[in-house]
């Protein structure tokens, strides 16, 4: 077992001492429609610009965030996986550990929930990670994925872009760009994330997923080093069917998308602009708070402060706030991750590097509480198919059940409360469906990105990749005007899903 205590003061220590080799240099620019008439209007232009060194990105920024011809231009940061650590591995029967799925104080009460549904075939869940790794758990639902990792470096296997999700591992070793002095062994991550989702279930061995039906949509944006929020953003048009260019067309768009990862910094446009779009074909976006065991009502990190997003804080096996997990008014809800002396079960590999045995490991982090939820979601979707994103963020937020009285969570830090499956799936059969229906809460979260007086900054927040160059717009709080109206509307629906809560008795 390791000494994850240990782990974290060498990774803070090394943080601090190689701030400067932890992320690579590269910039997205859009530039503005070069013709633009009453009847027509050219595309604008996307560019990922890479740069040898910081002082040349810096340079290339402030000649262009300027100029007449460019509509924004931002870093490309770093975004990584947020799990804490691996215990133990075993390959026998789990069910019984699966504590997240049951009915205690921490746990969001799927038996009760398979009662009512396991789940449909048609739903596609996207996993955008490190891809996927054969496991004979989930193997049988799993979808042709894509390889989104631009940078032949970080992915690992020799080649950009491509059709194949497969995870080749994400070790860390001495002279890799991101090496700060601690190596680090492939995580799996992705298809640890996946078996939370969607394992085979009720096959009499391994863990069981939460939707029992669902498939797995796998999206490589993650490797060695992490990823660049340019191929995450990418992942999640082409995971929701929309074109990316040079991309064949995903035929099994995905109406759930499990954004397990993050990293520091406001929300990029070009993220946004992408959730935007995977919003109005119908997704659902759902991102982990992140690790650093900060207050987002304070500090920046993304994409879990863009809007649109369901964003999920970790709780643990007794219902307590995870003391790694980000909290604050952002958060929507909080899911089983574990920490405090619990963990997630789920689906892993023995290979410390390349992919080797299958097997079955414990993760902690608000990488395993998205997935919990990812899947209530994706278990609505199946006996309502027809219903909007911000009518499933906020049932799933109606239905959740409240804080021990002693977790140390309200409303303004964990959100609304720890998702119950059953109680979603009850208020998702009954809802119709209202393409005019707006979250006021997901209007009012999340930060917009860029404006005119931006600044290139460096940060060694420990949330994402410590070191990595982010792109700040220069607001310390919320604009004026709009946002105090927001605020009204938000603080009212608060108040009527409590006092319903309290009508109908659910706890």
């Given at each position: 077992?390791?000494?994850?205590?240990?782990?974290?003061?060498?990774?803070?220590?090394?943080?601090?001492?190689?701030?400067?080799?932890?992320?690579?240099?590269?910039?997205?620019?859009?530039?503005?429609?070069?013709?633009?008439?009453?009847?027509?209007?050219?595309?604008?232009?996307?560019?990922?610009?890479?740069?040898?060194?910081?002082?040349?990105?810096?340079?290339?920024?402030?000649?262009?965030?300027?100029?007449?011809?460019?509509?924004?231009?931002?870093?490309?940061?770093?975004?990584?996986?947020?799990?804490?650590?691996?215990?133990?591995?075993s390959n026998d029967?789990?069910?019984?550990?699966?504590?997240?799925?049951?009915?205690?104080?921490?746990?969001?009460?799927?038996?009760?929930?398979?009662?009512?549904?396991?789940?449909?075939?048609?739903?596609?869940?996207?996993?955008?990670?490190?891809?996927?790794?054969?496991?004979?758990?989930?193997?049988?639902?799993?979808?042709?994925?894509?390889?989104?990792?631009?940078?032949?470096?970080?992915?690992?296997?020799?080649?950009?872009?491509?059709?194949?999700?497969?995870?080749?591992?994400?070790?860390?070793?001495?002279?890799?760009?991101?090496?700060?002095?601690?190596?680090?062994?492939?995580?799996?991550?992705?298809?640890?994330?996946?078996?939370?989702?969607?394992?085979?279930?009720?096959?009499?061995?391994?863990?069981?997923?939460?939707?029992?039906?669902?498939?797995?949509?796998?999206?490589?944006?993650?490797?060695?080093?992490?990823?660049?929020?340019?191929?995450?953003?990418?992942?999640?048009?082409?995971?929701?069917?929309?074109?990316?260019?040079?991309?064949?067309?995903?035929?099994?768009?995905?109406?759930?998308?499990?954004?397990?990862?993050?990293?520091?910094?406001?929300?990029?446009?070009?993220?946004?602009?992408?959730?935007?779009?995977?919003?109005?074909?119908?997704?659902?976006?759902?991102?982990?708070?992140?690790?650093?065991?900060?207050?987002?009502?304070?500090?920046?990190?993304?994409?879990?402060?863009?809007?649109?997003?369901?964003?999920?804080?970790?709780?643990?096996?007794?219902?307590?706030?995870?003391?790694?997990?980000?909290?604050?008014?952002?958060v929507d809800v909080?899911?089983?991750?574990?920490?405090?002396?619990?963990?997630?079960?789920?689906?892993?590999?023995?290979?410390?590097?390349?992919?080797?045995?299958?097997?079955?490991?414990?993760?902690?982090?608000?990488?395993?509480?998205?997935?919990?939820?990812?899947?209530?979601?994706?278990?609505?979707?199946?006996?309502?198919?027809?219903?909007?994103?911000d009518q499933l963020?906020?049932?799933?937020?109606?239905?959740?059940?409240?804080?021990?009285?002693?977790?140390?969570?309200?409303?303004?830090?964990?959100?609304?409360?720890?998702?119950?499956?059953?109680?979603?799936?009850?208020?998702?059969?009954?809802?119709?469906?209202?393409?005019?229906?707006?979250?006021?809460?997901?209007?009012?979260?999340?930060?917009?990105?860029?404006?005119?007086?931006?600044?290139?900054?460096?940060?060694?927040?420990?949330?994402?990749?410590?070191?990595?160059?982010?792109?700040?717009?220069?607001?310390?709080?919320?604009?004026?005007?709009?946002?105090?109206?927001?605020?009204?509307?938000?603080?009212?629906?608060?108040?009527?899903?409590?006092?319903?809560?309290?009508?109908?008795?659910?706890?």
């Amino acid at each position: 077992m390791r000494n994850s205590k240990l782990k974290l003061i060498l990774g803070v220590i090394a943080c601090f001492s190689a701030v400067e080799v932890s992320a690579k240099n590269r910039l997205i620019i859009k530039y503005k429609s070069f013709i633009e008439t009453e009847n027509f209007r050219s595309s604008p232009r996307f560019v990922k610009k890479n740069f040898n060194t910081k002082k040349e990105m810096t340079e290339e920024f402030e000649a262009l965030k300027n100029s007449s011809l460019v509509e924004y231009v931002e870093v490309d940061t770093l975004m990584n996986t947020q799990q804490v650590d691996i215990t133990s591995t075993s390959n026998d029967s789990r069910l019984s550990e699966q504590w997240a799925l049951g009915s205690s104080d921490g746990g969001i009460e799927a038996f009760e929930a398979w009662d009512i549904s396991k789940g449909s075939s048609s739903t596609v869940v996207a996993v955008i990670d490190t891809g996927i790794v054969s496991h004979s758990d989930i193997n049988s639902k799993v979808l042709p994925g894509y390889d989104m990792v631009s940078d032949s470096s970080m992915g690992n296997d020799g080649d950009g872009r491509d059709s194949d999700p497969s995870d080749p591992g994400d070790w860390i070793a001495y002279g890799d760009s991101c090496y700060q002095g601690v190596s680090q062994n492939s995580s799996w991550h992705g298809t640890h994330v996946a078996g939370i989702i969607a394992a085979q279930s009720n096959n009499a061995k391994g863990v069981a997923g939460v939707n029992w039906n669902a498939k797995i949509l796998p999206v490589r944006a993650l490797g060695k080093c992490g990823g660049y929020t340019s191929d995450i953003a990418d992942a999640v048009k082409w995971a929701a069917g929309v074109s990316v260019s040079g991309a064949p067309t995903n035929s099994n768009p995905a109406s759930v998308i499990n954004l397990s990862l993050g990293g520091s910094g406001p929300c990029s446009a070009y993220m946004q602009d992408a959730i935007n779009q995977a919003k109005a074909k119908g997704a659902v976006v759902v991102v982990a708070a992140g690790n650093s065991s900060a207050n987002l009502d304070t500090t920046q990190f993304t994409p879990a402060n863009c809007q649109g997003v369901l964003v999920v804080g970790s709780s643990t096996q007794n219902g307590y706030k995870s003391s790694f997990s980000n909290y604050g008014k952002i958060v929507d809800v909080s899911a089983p991750g574990g920490g405090n002396g619990s963990s997630v079960v789920s689906l892993g590999n023995t290979g410390s590097t390349t992919p080797s045995s299958e097997t079955y490991v414990y993760q902690s982090g608000t990488s395993m509480s998205a997935p919990h939820v990812a899947g209530i979601v994706s278990l609505m979707k199946g006996v309502n198919p027809s219903l909007y994103p911000d009518q499933l963020m906020a049932l799933v937020k109606e239905a959740a059940k409240s804080f021990p009285w002693s977790s140390g969570c309200d409303d303004d830090q964990c959100g609304s409360g720890i998702a119950l499956a059953w109680r979603s799936i009850e208020l998702a059969q009954s809802e119709n469906p209202d393409s005019t229906f707006t979250d006021e809460e997901e209007v009012s979260s999340g930060i917009a990105p860029i404006n005119s007086g931006s600044t290139l900054t460096t940060s060694t927040d420990s949330g994402g990749l410590c070191g990595s160059v982010v792109y700040k717009d220069g607001r310390d709080g919320p604009s004026s005007g709009g946002g105090s109206l927001f605020m009204m509307l938000g603080l009212i629906a608060l108040m009527m899903r409590t006092l319903k809560k309290k009508i109908t008795g659910v706890s």
